[in-house]
T-cell receptor, first 115, second 118 residues
Framework: AQKVTQAQTEISVVEKEDVTLDCVYE???????LFWYKQPPSGELVFLIR??????QNEISGRYSWNFQKSTSSFNFTITASQVVDSAVYFC????????????FGAGTRLTVKP | GAVVSQHPSRVICKSGTSVKIECRSL??????MFWYRQFPKKSLMLMAT?????????EQGVEKDKFLINHASLTLSTLTVTSAHPEDSSFYIC??????????????FGPGTRLTVL
């Protein structure tokens, strides 16, 4: 069965520091999608990125970047020059092509960015 | 685009009453909607998958008679918590899947509904 592990429960950094959130996944499928979502204190999940299993190119979007490494089954997320507004819980998720409908979330990493 | 709304955002009810939560995709049609439950400081747990015009598929351990799901149209799914008890208090989040309904299309989430049962 698919599984997503976010080993870092909580991370605290000072503003302007870079921070990397780890995500390790397990799947039997060769076709799958990985996601990152942000959940600010308001509770709403904000979609950040979707990456398919055939595309290992790293992606950068402003201060956000993602490193997908199939060899280590990891999909890590880095925030550069963190800001207080980045404080939130971040979830990594996996969806398998053969397992229709099922998206599994990691436990989440609570990021606190202090001024 | 890809906006999903939920109503109400917060509800407090007495034990034994039923509560209905609505989930709407505002700017797209969603053949599939999902209902999740999130306990404090925990991850999202999928409760059920709702397909328009058919019965919902419930995850193991989720009581279908307690959590009634109706997906009457391509833009609306409802979750009714029947005879609510304090242990049903939780944060309920819906999501809607864009695209042609493929399993790996992105899910967009609603803002959630915080249910408190007294």
């Amino acid at each position: 069965a698919q599984k997503v592990t976010q080993a870092q429960t909580e991370i605290s950094v000072v503003e302007k520091e870079d921070v990397t959130l780890d995500c390790v996944y397990e799947t039997r499928d060769t076709t799958y999608y990985l996601f990152w979502y942000k959940q600010p204190p308001s509770g709403e999940l904000v979609f950040l990125i979707r990456r398919n299993s055939f595309d290992e190119q790293n992606e950068i979007s402003g201060r956000y970047s993602w490193n997908f490494q199939k060899s280590t089954s990891s999909f890590n997320f880095t925030i550069t020059a963190s800001q207080v507004v980045d404080s939130a819980v971040y979830f990594c998720a996996l969806s398998e092509a053969y397992n229709n409908n099922d998206m599994r979330f990691g436990a989440g990493t609570r990021l606190t960015v202090k001024p | 685009g890809a906006v999903v709304s939920q109503h109400p955002s917060r509800v407090i009810c007495k034990s034994g009453t039923s509560v209905k939560i609505e989930c709407r995709s505002l700017d797209f049609q969603a053949t599939t909607m999902f209902w999740y439950r999130q306990f404090p400081k925990k991850s999202l747990m999928l409760m059920a998958t709702s397909n328009e015009g058919s019965k919902a598929t419930y995850e193991q351990g989720v009581e279908k008679d307690k959590f009634l799901i109706n997906h009457a149209s391509l833009t609306l799914s409802t979750l009714t918590v029947t005879s609510a008890h304090p242990e049903d208090s939780s944060f309920y989040i819906c999501s809607a899947r864009m695209g042609r309904g493929r399993s790996t299309d992105t899910q967009y989430f609603g803002p959630g509904t915080r249910l408190t049962v007294l």
